[in-house]
């Protein structure tokens, strides 16, 4: 016998290395189709194409794991260095590496602890862009016209808001239905706000003057919308000042801190909009009688003060006693002083008839007629020359203008053209053959007759009435 037909033929099937592989990712995956792993979230990386690769692991052992470009979109939370997670996925191998891994489909935090971490560490990273820094806060409206509203339309938040106003100072409300919980929440809530703030004044919408972003109470992990970063930027974007009244007054959340006022529940967030009704007209009522208390007491005070100063002042006898006997003193010398200015003025007069000579006065206004006869004559000569400094002045103007002439240019040999239509013919294209012309020259006019073809007239453009015309 030989040494071939002496060895023993296995009977165990033989496997390449991609058959194994494949057949034992199909065993993974059949035995973990649906499976949640917890653990710490490590070596995190974003690939350019949209996937997501990290590691779960714990004190034990290490899980890869990966997340798909069209997955990572839809996850709540996004995977985070040192973050302790559940993952929710299928188990599968990748044979390239000959390792196994998980294709995480969601992300939830693994405890209230983590979720607590993670609001921490992105309140620390707001507050250190500003957005919560109280210089930014604005000043809530004393009695606004417009209230807009951003809740759920079927929770008991409208009710409560709607009865409060109601009860205190009612006021037009805008309701922007949103979803207070989900995933879609938080994306609603923030285009709610930019919504409102969106709207122009004066527009078929009102353009509120005040917002109130309102949900009931509930865990921590139901309201966080209310700690998204979109809706934190959008209220710090917008300028319509705004309350939060999100959960129950022991509830705090990250809008709570960016919003203009927080507002322990959506009640309280109804009575610090607007102020009660009753107590304003009482408060007015109030004014109104310390006003007229006030005013007569003013009166009885300037009447008493009148009247001590009527007690004090002098009778009207003798206050006019004295003047009364100035303006006799006065009356009886009045006579006499104008006699003796009247004999004043009179010396004055003769002394001054005395002071003139006929000779003398004659003597001056001859004087006054020879110098107004000088200065006459020197006017008319200044008149004179004056006109015929003007008269050479507009010839050399007359000169120029000559030179500038198109006459100038008839002079030189040249000729004026004139169709039939009397407009210039400035180029040999705009002449139909046959058509007749007028020649300008300088001592006359000519006619002529174009010779060549007859060419299609052109189109003349239409004057503009009141457009200025040719020169020519």
Known sequence: MSDAAAKPVPNLPEFSVSELSFAL????????????????????????SGHVYFDLKDDKAVLNAVCWRGTVSKLKVRPQQGLEVVCTGRISTYPGSSRYQIVVEQVELAGLGALMAL??????????????????????????????????????????????????????????????QGERAAAEIAAAVRGFNALPPGGRLPRPDLLIVARGGGSIEDLMAFNEETVIRAVFDGTIPLISAVGHETDTTLIDFVSDVRAPTPTAAAELAVPVRTELLGQALDFERRLLRSF???????????????????????????PRQRLDHAGENLGKALRTNLQ?????????????????????????????????????RAHRIRLAEYRRHIDSLGRILESSSYKSALERGFALVRGEDGAIRRRAVDVMGGEHLTLTFADGQQGATADGDAVPKPKLPRKVPGSQGSLF
């Open 296 to 322: 007569a007491k003013g009166m009885d005070d300037r009447r008493r003060h009148l009247a001590q100063l009527v007690r004090v002042l002098p009778r009207a006898e003798q206050l006019f006693s004295g």
């Open 25 to 48: 990712k199909r065993t993974v995956e059949d035995a973990f189709p649906f499976v949640r792993v917890r653990g710490e979230v490590s070596k995190v990386t974003f690939q350019s």
């Open 119 to 180: 609001l921490e560490e992105r309140r620390k990273k707001l507050a250190a862009e500003g957005l919560f820094d109280a210089a930014h806060k604005k000043k809530l409206p004393f009695l606004p016209e417009v209230i807009g509203l951003v809740t759920s339309p079927t929770g008991a938040v409208l009710r409560d808001i709607m009865h409060r106003l109601a009860a205190r100072f009612p006021r037009r409300v805008l309701l922007w239905p949103v979803a207070v």
């Open 344 to 380: 004043v003025h009179d010396r004055r007069l003769i002394k001054a008839a005395a002071a003139l000579r006929p000779g003398e006065i004659r003597q001056r206004i001859k004087r006054s007629r020879e110098q107004t006869d000088a200065l006459a004559n020197r006017l008319v």
